[in-house]
Structures are given as structure tokens and as C-alpha cells.
């Protein structure tokens, strides 16, 4: 194996098993200046010679006869000439860890426990080096006062003994393994390495074992028995582990640590898993193991001190406080989705936030979504490609012909459902102008949301001239929404797909996610009576979306919780690709400004906020205001031509701009100058203003 070190800089180093003599010369190793006789790295070029563990020294320790600084290893002094070691006091002129803040040096033999460079195997194998050890499966030596050499304990059980000089070892002491990984200290493995009256540096007490495992880099020591614990209370609901507390709780010195189960600090008597090592509080010892929360939509969360083995992503935020989780300890999370929440953020977030789920396997069985899985389509045709079934044609609510599976799109055409660009697969209909894209396909017709508490139901209205209003983003729109019977909310289902705890947004490089606080502006919680909570103004810390400057058009943001970034929802169901008259391209949503001259909008002639959010055509350099490449009705389909009884000709929805010359309204006398219903007879001018036209046609009729 060849490998390039810090200290010698000019050749590659190649490691070799063992080296006894170089040109009739005793090999001196360059780190320690100590003999090597075994595995060592070494240049094929120079006379230069590292032990294997000197080449292997970290590049940084701390050390508590240095606290206020870490030491760095360097290859020579930074002073002329050879250094004097501030522990030993003795003089060197090889490898040093220095502290250049107080010019403090520490040799490499001084900066680890006694025996360190000696250590590369188990206990039986370097406890005892004169003899070899005999294993004894059967032997007990009762009332015999022999004692163990490594635990000085009595001797019971299987143990390994060497008859010449009255020595015994444990079997499990004998086979402790050189290198252990334990909670208390996850930053480093440690090592297994000689006593010499260390101080444990989690019980506080100095232990007599023969050995004790310690971090080389941290100078952290643990005595064998805190490391392996005994089996004497177990306190876990399904048996999964096997808790001890630690220390007495009259007797025990502070103590402080991580909790393993909620991943906050501790400084209490801790309790331990002697399966796992896990160190937990007192109190985490009764952490359900499932817990249901309104705040999230599949029925119940799961305890993990894992998140590595049940996570896919690792660096996530909490689903309800939208800090960061600490992978290393234990957390919530949705074995259906991607969601991830903190213990106590799950325990404690509001007063009925979480609550333990029964132990009943039936009602585990069925999910929220199970109960209000209601299709909003039938199947009228299909056929099976191998594995796959395919839905050829469909009877869907909300049309009143067959709607049939489609691949070739046209870039004008728009969902019904969502009004948003529509991409394939999608179903249309052969008779009308008439599109569904796949995902407005597969929503329920009703659904169980974990923004607000009572069911909503799809709805779609067939009058062609029929708008509403989303509560969520505040804009008129026309096509599929869900909508609350209690309450009377209304949702774009654009919006609805949008709304989830967290997500990931093209125009920003971090996970955005749902404040708390905001997830509870959509519920309704007085019964249907008086106005609902969203019907208010919730003007209280509502941010600026950094997508449009504006903070009063949406009360749902999404915020950044690692920089300072919050999306409404305008600008979060902003479409990607949009279409206007000016260009023959079509225009992308684009997040950052190129451009080196003063931005404009080629449509309106003004100039943009470079900061802003705009779209753009990089082959015409064309530029423009989202406002003015989707109009100002972006969710509302035109068109949409119907005949009443109370007019000859059939009528359409339009939009009349200044470029269109003004006709007065049949219903106010007023010009036309927005959304209107126009007669399609050339040879008719009836037009009446929209938000008019309910109206003027009951009046009618």
C-alpha cells in the first residue's frame, strides 16, 4: 500500500511487514526516533522510516494537561535545533504536537497512554507475554482467592490460566476486543491499553483494572466495567433493551452525557443498555414506541434510536419545530413518508399534539388514508403490458364523457384540474377541450388531511363560468379543489399537492419546511359556527416571500431553517414553464439574475427587481414579471363556452385588457376592462363583468 504523509513530502511512503536491518544498520523509526521491528512505512528514495501507528498519529488531539488548546502534530520542531518536551523535559528532535498559541510541545511518547505503541491485540494476548494461556471451560476455583488480572475479581466460570506463574484471566476478560465503538463517545473508537490508575471519565472513579479502554485523540478513558455493564434491570415495554442504571442516585457524581433516546443533554444518574451501550435519561426509559400526532397525516410515528438504518436522507429537520435532527440519536419517524421530528417535540408540541396509540392491531392496521381512499374515477377500459396495468379509459367525476389515456401533449394545453401546465401521461377527452393529468387522476374524492380536522371532499363544478377562491394562496381559480363542509374552506388542488411538511424547491438549494405555527391557520377548531381561523387576517410574524418581496398575499410560508429564506405559496406553485404571445418559446421560472445590464420586463416595459423571481427565453433574452407572462388570472381556464336560456347565443369567460377596445357591462353600465362573459355572435356585444354575472343570471331567470 503506498500512501503520501504530511512529514515526508517528497516521495510516496510504501508499507512493508517487517524491516530488521537497513544496510547492516538498526532501522530507527523518523516519528519516534524508537527501533522498528515490525510493520512500518518506508521511501524507497530516502533513508526515512515510520512505524506503522506513528504514521498513523491523528493530526490533532486534546489533552487535559493542555486544555485551552488543541495540539497539532508536526514533523519537527518550530524551533531551531532539537525541543524540549513540557511534560518529560526531555529533548527530541522528531515528531511533536504543538500548541502555537502558548508554545506548548508535547513528544509523541508523552502525548499517549503508556503502552500505546506496544498495544495490537487482545488482553490475553499482551497480558501475559512470557507463557501461553490455557484455557479452562470447566474449572471453578471456589473459596480459593483467585482473582482475576485483568477485573480483579474472583475467579468463576471459564477462564484462561497459566499454571508456571499462577495466572489467571477471566474468559470474556481475556477476550475483550482491541477497539470499541460506545455512545458515550461517538466522536473516536477506543482503544484497549494498560492501566496506570486512570480516572474513568464517565463514573468519575479511579478503577484498578488491569486495562482500561481510552481515545488516543480525546485522552477519554472507560474503565471495562462501565464499558461492558452487567445485565441487572431491564425497563424497556417490549423487551428490545436492557437498562442498568449506572450509579447509585445517593451516592453518584455528576455525571454528563447525551441521551441516546431524545438526543438532549443530560447531568443525572443515566441509565445504560447492556445489549447496545445506549445511554438514556430516566425519564426516556418509558419513550413510547409509537405516537400518533395531528400534525402529520399517516397515522403513526416510530421511535428509533437508528435514524441511519430508518432515514433515507440523513441531514433532515424536524416536521414540527424545523430544526436540525442529529442522526447519532434517537428521533420519530413516518415509516410511509419522508417524515422526521424530534422526542420531545413529538411528546410535547401543544396539548394534544401526540398521544400514545392503542394497543389495538386492528386500528394499527388501518392508515388515514385507507379510511377516505374513495377513487375519484372508474375504471372503464384497461390492459396489463407484462406486470404493469395500464388504465386505458376512465369515468371521472368531475366530465361528463369518458376520459382516455394520452402521451402526445401540446405545450398551450393546461390541466383542468390544476390549471398548471400538463405533462404526460394524462387522460382528455375525444369530444371537449377537456385535460387531467395523471396526479389530479389519482386523488381521493375524500381525504383526511393533517391540516385540518374535518374530511375533505374533491369537487369539481361544471359551469363553465363558475370561479373560486383558494384559502391557502389567495387567488381565483377554476378546477378541481377540496373543500370543507363544516368550516366551508376551499383549497386549489395545486396548492393541496404542495402543502407538506417539507419539500424541496428548484429555486432554493436547502429543504424548505412548514412552520408549525402555520400548519394550525387551516384548522378549525369552533364547530363550523362564527368565522373559521383562516377566514382572518394572521398578519403575526408572517415573513416576506424572498420569491416576490410580498408578505400579505399568502398566511402559509415556508421557511428555510438554514438561511434566511421563506416562500409563500403564490410563488411555491409558481409553474415552471409558462407561455406567452410576445414569444414564440416557451418561458422558464428563473431564480437568479445573469444579466449584467438593468434588468426589464419586456412585456410591461418596467423595470424588475433583480432579486425577484422572473421568467426568462435565454434565445430571444426575453424577460418578464411572472404576473405578466401568466396574466393575472394564471389559474383561470378562458373560454369555457355555455348557453344559458336567458340569452340567444352562446356566452365565454374572457379577460378584456386596454388593448381591447371598452364595451359597458349590460349589468352595471360600466366598461369591461378584466374578467368579463363576452357573447361569442360577433353580431351580439352582451358582456357583463364576472364577479356581476351570478347576479345578473338569477336575476334572469
Not at 485523540?217 to 436492557?242: G, M, S, T
Not at 416571500?545 to 406553485?573: H, I, R, Y
Request: glycine share 4%; charged share 25%; aromatic share 12%.
Amino acid at each position: 500500500m503506498e500512501v503520501e504523509h504530511f512529514s515526508h513530502p517528497d516521495h510516496p511512503l510504501i508499507l512493508i511487514n517487517q524491516v530488521l536491518e537497513y544496510s547492516c544498520e538498526l532501522v530507527i523509526c523518523s516519528g519516534c526516533e524508537g527501533p522498528i521491528w515490525g510493520p512500518c512505512y518506508s521511501c524507497t528514495s530516502c533513508y526515512f522510516f515510520l512505524h506503522k501507528k506513528c504514521a498513523e498519529l491523528p493530526r490533532e488531539i486534546k489533552r487535559r494537561i493542555h486544555r485551552r488548546h488543541p495540539l497539532h502534530l508536526l514533523a519537527k520542531s518550530p524551533y531551531k535545533g532539537k525541543y524540549s518536551c513540557d511534560r518529560c523535559y526531555k529533548t527530541f528532535n522528531s515528531f511533536v504536537y504543538h500548541c502555537s498559541f502558548c508554545k506548548f510541545d508535547l513528544d509523541i511518547k508523552c502525548a499517549f497512554q503508556p503502552g500505546f505503541f506496544d498495544v495490537d491485540s487482545q488482553a490475553h494476548q499482551f497480558a501475559h507475554k512470557d507463557h501461553p494461556l490455557i484455557l479452562n471451560e470447566e474449572k471453578e476455583y471456589h473459596d480459593e482467592g483467585v482473582m482475576c488480572s485483568v477485573c480483579k475479581e474472583p475467579m468463576s466460570g471459564p477462564s484462561y490460566s497459566c499454571t508456571s506463574c499462577n495466572f489467571f484471566l477471566h474468559k470474556k476478560c481475556a477476550e475483550l476486543p482491541p477497539e470499541i465503538k460506545r455512545h458515550l463517545h461517538p466522536e473516536h473508537h477506543l482503544r484497549l491499553l494498560p492501566n496506570h490508575d486512570k480516572m474513568c471519565d464517565f463514573c468519575n472513579e479511579t478503577c484498578y483494572e488491569s486495562f482500561v479502554y481510552c481515545c488516543f485523540v480525546c485522552e477519554f478513558n472507560l474503565h471495562i466495567k462501565c464499558a461492558f455493564p452487567p445485565c441487572v434491570y431491564a425497563a424497556d415495554q417490549d423487551q428490545r433493551h436492557r437498562f442498568r442504571r449506572l450509579l447509585n442516585p445517593l451516592s453518584f457524581k455528576s455525571i454528563s452525557f447525551t441521551c441516546n433516546a431524545c438526543g438532549t443533554e443530560g447531568d443525572d444518574s443515566p441509565f445504560m443498555c447492556t445489549m447496545c451501550h445506549l445511554v438514556v435519561h430516566e425519564e426516556c426509559l418509558s419513550v413510547p414506541l409509537t405516537l400518533k400526532t395531528a400534525l402529520h397525516h399517516h397515522p403513526q410515528i416510530i421511535h428509533t434510536f437508528h435514524p441511519q438504518q430508518c432515514i433515507k436522507s440523513i441531514k433532515k429537520h424536524c416536521g414540527i419545530c424545523c430544526r436540525e435532527v442529529d442522526s447519532k440519536y434517537g428521533v420519530y419517524y413516518c415509516p410511509d413518508c419522508d417524515f422526521v421530528a424530534h422526542v420531545n417535540c413529538s411528546r410535547e408540541y401543544g396539548d394534544s399534539a401526540t398521544e400514545i396509540v392503542e394497543e389495538n392491531e386492528e386500528e394499527q392496521s388501518v392508515t388515514v388514508d385507507d379510511q377516505f381512499m374513495e377513487p375519484s374515477f372508474r375504471v372503464v377500459r384497461e390492459i396489463k403490458h407484462g406486470e404493469e396495468r395500464i388504465i386505458e379509459e376512465i369515468e371521472h367525476f368531475s366530465h361528463q364523457h369518458n376520459l382516455i389515456l394520452t402521451d402526445k401533449v401540446d405545450d398551450d394545453l393546461k390541466c383542468d384540474g390544476c390549471m398548471l401546465p400538463i405533462s404526460t401521461p394524462f387522460y382528455s377527452c375525444a369530444s371537449c377541450n377537456f385535460f387531467l393529468d395523471k396526479t389530479c387522476i389519482e386523488l381521493p374524492r375524500r381525504k383526511k388531511w393533517q391540516y385540518h380536522e374535518n374530511q375533505l371532499i374533491l369537487s369539481y363544478n361544471r359551469g363553465a363560468h363558475h370561479l373560486y377562491y383558494c384559502h391557502v394562496c389567495n387567488q381565483d381559480f377554476r378546477g378541481l379543489r377540496y373543500t370543507c363542509d363544516v368550516c366551508g374552506l376551499c383549497i386549489d388542488v395545486r396548492c393541496f399537492k404542495s402543502l407538506e411538511d417539507s419539500f424541496k424547491h428548484g429555486g432554493h438549494e436547502h429543504p424548505l419546511y412548514l412552520p408549525a405555527d402555520r400548519k394550525n391557520i387551516l384548522r378549525c377548531n369552533n364547530g363550523g359556527r362564527g368565522r373559521p381561523p383562516w377566514a382572518t387576517d394572521i398578519r403575526e410574524n408572517i415573513p416576506h416571500c424572498s420569491g416576490c418581496c410580498v408578505s400579505e398575499e399568502s398566511k402559509v410560508f415556508f421557511k428555510c431553517v438554514v438561511c434566511d429564506f421563506s416562500l409563500g405559496m403564490k410563488c411555491a406553485t409558481l409553474p415552471y414553464k409558462a407561455r406567452h404571445e410576445y414569444d414564440d418559446h416557451p418561458l422558464f421560472l428563473t431564480y437568479i439574475n445573469a444579466n449584467d445590464y438593468q434588468p426589464s420586463c419586456i412585456i410591461c416595459e418596467e423595470d424588475r427587481d433583480p432579486k425577484l423571481w422572473f421568467y426568462r427565453c435565454e434565445e430571444c433574452d426575453f424577460d418578464a414579471h411572472p404576473e405578466c407572462a401568466l396574466g393575472k388570472y394564471p389559474y383561470i381556464k378562458l373560454g369555457g363556452v355555455q348557453t344559458y336560456p336567458k340569452h340567444p347565443h352562446p356566452l365565454a369567460l374572457v379577460i378584456k385588457t386596454e388593448d381591447y377596445r371598452p364595451q359597458a357591462c349590460d349589468s352595471c353600465g360600466e366598461p369591461c376592462d378584466d374578467l368579463a362573459v363576452e357573447c361569442t355572435d360577433p353580431n351580439c356585444s352582451f358582456i357583463v363583468h364576472w364577479e356581476r354575472w351570478e347576479c345578473w343570471n338569477s336575476l334572469r331567470r
